[in-house]
């Protein structure tokens, strides 16, 4: 890092005016200058931010005034707004559009923010003072979201191990600092595991079965890595997926999916197998250090779930009827294969592919022939169509706004009352310097400062097939749907209207936060809602009734599989995170113990494997992956109350809005369901809608 040094050389207050993220953000609606920001000038920034956060800190502590809720909990709530400033930005381009650069300066950072945290979280000092406000807190007349921050606040510094004696805090910090550099380490490897594998197809004759656009695109990716007149498939999701669906070479499937499910296992310098459990060890010791028997007991306690026997459940309760479902799945599989004349038991890479074939046959229903009824554009607008409907809300398309790749778009949000709401950046194709999956995130949160709402800044970033040659993105309906759920995040970001900028939005916890997300799918997949997004993007004709039933008529088919596929991660997940004694096995025989135990069959894998589930070794679901099922007991109960009076009733989208979208974690979630909807939530509309019952 050249200018680490340069730093040193800044003014107390550091405005260093070179530097785009020390200055006021002098841009449209003060977005980042992403046409300024250069990656040298990230390290400076922080090294500053830091130094301005200890201030910060230093002046909360040294205060001689007894201590109050406005000089420690909303001083501490008002500080280190240049940190989280500086690692939004950084964190986000990080994840949406990295390079070497910024990976080494991840895992330089690591190790410094997770001491800059515990230097905080454990000092003593501090935490008394806020000890001292929580012991008094029925005193202090707080209203109930100064109340919740409050709580939030004690809790958070005592979850961090600020109640430990001085040797366990030592070891703590020794910890955190191991986890945040071994994570970061998980997740980059995979990233260069995804890029390092091409499947180069030279014979036409190989492509047999796959879609013309599937084709083009692998043509495409073939030439701009100078070998023109091939075809390279990779294991991004839009390529490998419909590869496995539609490649009528056995071969092939086979070689791309083994490539896909050793992603991290492939014993080089990638590899994620020690990684995995080095993390699994750290996160045991730690919930230990901590009180808790286990990571999961620690991490549930903040979670609507509760506690691991809850999650267990659920998941046990589905897993029965799932599995049951995906064993006819499977010999329904093996039929399709004797009749078309072959004689081997299916395998994994084979699932996909005979499904689609008994689709075509049992539903008349072709991929294919759905794909130019979704092009991007016109699922985008429905999703800003369902939320004009329910809450009146629109969106402009801005040209004006500095992104940080040209794919980027950007929409101003205005609220039913014409006002701005906020911002919408979306960011939608693959790349090599984008993770893999689909995600929302933000530059700016929702908060209120003097009695002005702070309009929040959101981001939704995605995998989708990107387009061919001049004609528009088509993406497919499994993509549609996972537009409306990232959209549906956005709203919650967007809506979000509370004091405090911790509590904003998305503040609350996984299992609950998949509510506003899924809640829109169920919009996607309307016959209503489909009549008004899914035009044909050459006719602009609306998608006909008889599409419309075929999907219908298909809507729990291969959902065994689907079901089977994801509980399986999340059993692994839990297994992973559960552990009483520390793993001694490797990763590999800890998941084939762990799957055989639920009687994974082996025409099926988990969703994501050890080796490659960022999710919970790199990102924030460790002892969360179960969260999408549980919010699913939420979102379709939900949507019943929509569907019990009308698909867009204004009183319950109102009352939506008002007791969930706008509230962020100001409140328990089950508290706020409640408010919603009157009624704890009811699983049967979770079986209907996957047909399991
Ligand atoms: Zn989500």
Known sequence: MILAASISGCESGGKDADNPLLAAYNTPFEVPPFDKIKDEHFKPAFDEAFKQHNVEIAAIIQNEEEPTFENTILALEKSGKLLSKVSTVFGNLNSAHTNDALKALAVELAPISSAHRDNIGLNDTLFNRIK???????????????????????????????????????????????????????????????????????NEEDLAGLPAGLVATAANV?????????????????????FLQYADNRDLRRQIWEAYQNRGNNGNDKDNNEVLVTIANLRLEKANLLGYPTHAHFVLEEAMAENPDNVYKLLNDLWKPAIAKAKVEAYDIKKEIEASGESFEPAPYDWRYYTEKIRQKRYAIDENELKPYFSLASVTQGAFDVANKLFGLTFTRLDNVPTYHEEVEVYEVFDNDG??????????????????????????????IDGK?????????????????????????????????????ALHGLLSNVTYESQAGTAVSRDFVELPSQIMENWAADSEVLKMYAKHHETGEAIPDELITKLENAGTFDQGFATVEYLAASF??????????????SASDFEKVSMDKIGLIEEIIPRYRSTYFNHIFAGGYSSGYYSYIWAEVLDSDA????????????????????NILERGGTEKPSVLYHNFRGKDPNPVHLMNKRGLN
Not at 427 to 445: E, L, V
Not at 469 to 484: C, K, S, V, Y
Not at 640 to 657: G, I, M, P, V
Request: glycine share 6%; charged share 25%.
């Open 419 to 448: 006002s701005h709401l906020g911002l919408l950046y979306a960011d939608f194709f693959p790349r090599a310097s984008k993770r893999g999956g689909a995600w929302m995130t933000s530059y700016k949160r929702q908060q209120t």
């Open 572 to 585: 692994l997940d839990m297994d992973f995170h559960t552990q009483t004694a520390k793993i001694t096995q």
């Open 222 to 242: 073939a030439k701009a890595s100078g070998q023109e007149g091939k075809w390279i498939f990779t294991l991004q999701n839009p390529s490998i997926m419909p």
């Open 453 to 489: 709402r702070v309009a929040p800044i959101i981001s939704i970033v995605c995998n989708f097939t990107p387009p061919v040659g001049d004609q528009p993105a088509l993406i497919t309906f499994d993509e549609a749907n996972t537009l409306f759920h990232e959209f549906g995040h």
């Open 132 to 202: 001292t406000v929580w012991e008094n807190r029925d005193d202090l007349g707080l209203n109930a979201e100064q109340y919740k921050l409050l709580e939030d606040t004690y809790k958070g510094f005592e979850r961090g191990g600020a109640n430990l004696n001085e040797e366990d805090k030592a070891r703590l910090r020794e910890i955190n600092s191991q986890l945040s550099v071994a994570t970061i380490t998980f997740g980059q490897n995979l990233l260069e595991e995804t890029n390092a594998y091409q499947l180069v197809v030279e």
């Open 639 to 658: 949507f019943a109350a929509f569907k019990e009076t009308s698909l867009f009733d204004q009183a319950t989208a109102e009352s939506f809005r008002k």
